[in-house]
């Protein structure tokens, strides 16, 4: 049975007469300029993720009027609306601190406001998870619309995307091999079109992991901002999202644990960000299922790196694009994929592979039987060290360090790596493993400083890369043998917090183990540094109450499905009043 819509009608404000409210919403509605025929559509929401401070988005108010076209051809009504806009390099302390908060607006607002279905437009990396959270909980037909990412520039001849190019001439910069003037032009040169970054970092992640989980049409996460396509994928996706209404099919339907597995075997494939892992364990949440560590590590080992693109290859996403994007993976991946789960649309994935004799460059998108590297490019480490996981993007690093015991350097804080990193007295040798306290989720909201910079002394003598360790994140455009997600954090309690300056530390990826070499009796003889003060009010203080940790995706946790469960059987617990 098919669905009409029950358009402006929906979720009527509650006046104590449902008669008046409609009366009321058609009047005000009409002071718009709809007419009453207008009125009687159905409504398709349009998300409004452009901001003054969203270089990402800059593209969004043309898409929003392309998807605005394709709901009026179908027979809809278009109505866009606002929500919180996060624009990465804007935001302090960090955009992470923010998903959480654009996932409640979305999901509020999508429930709360008439629409029928929703077209979730955004592109910025934490904006796309965030918008999957909200439409998820809301549970209205629902479907993704990226913005798609920057074409590249050049500086002196070579081809230049933000934002890997932008850390390999700072770390250029820093070692002194570039003048200020020359940096200064570099600058310009990295960000030049609209767009999300041109490199495979978590907006291209996460866009393309979103096309094979179902959430978007096919063909259209890699599309370049600029590109006309991208106005034709906008007209395309307003047309499906009235296809959405009659098929009352929402994300909850859509996605289950194969559609999980499946993003995460993509994700092992493109050698994707480590930040993607945390906001899919976040979208997993949603809906009752699971990101499951020892299970990522098992499809680890069988899933082959296939696309060459920076941070660990060669290539940038308007390669892909034009090599085939995710259509070409698909071919590629083949049976490492369960080509049965379902799309939004309805299709099963396997409609969506390209037929035999599409082309596909295999520079870009390699034969899984002369892949890049034969194992995927994301691990977990286990040991005393990471109790709940910790994670390494083994494909942007170093192998000469993947079996390392050394001594540790460590920093309390932000600040104390910002202090002293470059004091020219640090005591540090390229030897030794970098590690940095309280920049995990409750103690700084988790942002990108687990790129610790190698220490200047040592670049400038020709260090490149050095082992190092934190419970923070770091930007998906990032690379290095670098260890990140430490759980639980330093700021709860967790064994990182112990780790003194001096300690051993043995990290082994071939056992998947990161481990303190130091007694356990020493340990239960040390007091961790006090966590610094969170804050207490206001939405920072609600999201330093309830975030949960890297393994649980840092979402809120009453927001998980299970918690209005357990709030409901709190209350049939509550004795009477007497």
């Excluded at 996060?86 to 923010?98: A, C, H, I, K, Q």
């Excluded at 870009?364 to 490019?377: K, L």
């Excluded at 390229?430 to 200047?456: Q, R």
């Excluded at 003598?461 to 190092?468: E, N, Q, T």
């Amino acid at each position: 049975m098919t669905k009409t819509g029950k358009g402006i009608a929906n979720g009527l404000t509650n006046y104590g007469d449902p008669r008046f409210a409609a009366y009321l919403r058609r009047s005000f509605a009409s002071s718009m300029g709809y007419s009453r025929k207008m009125l009687e559509k159905p409504v398709v929401g349009i998300t409004w993720t452009a901001s003054g401070f969203n270089n990402c988005h800059r593209g969004v108010p043309e898409l929003v009027e392309a998807v605005k076209r394709g709901v009026l051809a179908a027979g809809g009504l278009p109505l866009d609306f606002p929500v919180t806009s996060l624009g990465e390099v804007f935001l302090n302390p960090t955009s992470m601190v923010f998903r959480n908060l654009m996932a409640m607006d979305v999901e509020e607002m999508v429930r709360a406001q008439p629409m029928d279905a929703v077209v979730l437009v955004g592109g910025c990396d934490k904006t796309l998870p965030a918008l999957v959270m909200g439409a998820a909980s809301a549970n209205k037909p629902a479907i993704v619309l990226a913005t798609g990412p920057m074409m590249t520039s050049r500086y002196q001849g070579e081809r230049l995307g933000a934002c890997t190019d932008c850390r390999r001439f700072w770390a250029r910069y820093r070692a002194g091999e570039l003048e200020d003037k020359q940096i200064d032009q570099v600058e310009g040169s990295l960000a030049t079109t609209a767009g999300t970054c041109a490199v495979m970092g978590t907006a291209s992640s996460m866009a393309i992991m979103l096309e094979v989980m179902g959430l978007m049409l096919p063909g259209t996460a890699a599309i370049p901002a600029v590109h006309a396509d991208r106005l034709r994928a906008a007209e395309a996706t307003g047309t499906a999202a009235m296809g959405l209404i009659a098929s009352g099919r929402t994300f909850k339907e859509t996605v289950t644990q194969a559609t999980i597995d499946n993003a995460l075997k993509t994700l092992l494939a493109i050698s994707g960000s480590t930040n993607a892992i945390i906001h899919l364990a976040a979208i997993a949440g949603r809906l009752g299922l699971k990101v499951d560590l020892d299970k990522l590590n098992a499809m680890s080992d069988a899933t082959p790196v296939l696309v060459d693109l920076k941070p660990t290859g060669d290539a940038y996403m308007e390669d892909f694009f034009y090599a085939g994007g995710v259509g070409a993976l698909l071919r590629r991946l083949g049976d490492h994929l369960d080509l049965a789960a379902r799309t939004v649309t309805g299709e099963a994935l396997a409609d969506l592979v390209p037929p035999d004799d599409s082309w596909i460059d295999g520079r870009v998108i390699r034969p899984v039987e002369t892949p890049i590297r034969a194992d995927g490019g994301l691990v977990a480490l286990f040991g005393n060290l990471a109790p709940k996981g910790a994670i390494l993007k083994r494909a942007a690093a170093d192998e000469r360090l993947f079996e390392k015991t050394g001594r540790a350097v460590v920093f309390e804080g932000l600040k104390d790596l910002s202090d002293r990193i470059d004091d020219p007295d640090l005591d540090v040798t390229e030897d030794d493993i970098l590690v940095l306290k309280n920049a995990g989720p409750k103690a700084s909201g988790m942002p990108e400083s687990g790129y610790l910079p190698i220490p200047s002394k040592l670049a400038r003598k020709g260090v490149k890369d050095m082992l190092r360790i934190s419970d923070a994140r770091m930007s998906g455009t990032a690379y290095g043998t670098i260890v990140l997600h430490v759980s639980p954090e330093s700021a709860a309690g967790g064994p990182l917090a112990l780790v003194r300056n001096g300690d051993m530390i043995r990290m082994s990826v071939r056992e998947r183990r990161l481990e303190l070499l130091v007694e356990e009796a020493e340990l239960a003889r040390r007091l961790p540094t006090p966590a610094p003060a969170a804050e207490t009010r206001g939405w920072l203080g609600l999201y330093n109450r309830h975030v949960m940790q890297a393994e649980n995706g840092c979402d809120l946790d009453f927001m998980l499905p299970d918690a209005q469960d357990a709030a409901e059987a709190r209350v049939m617990k509550m004795p009477a009043k007497a």
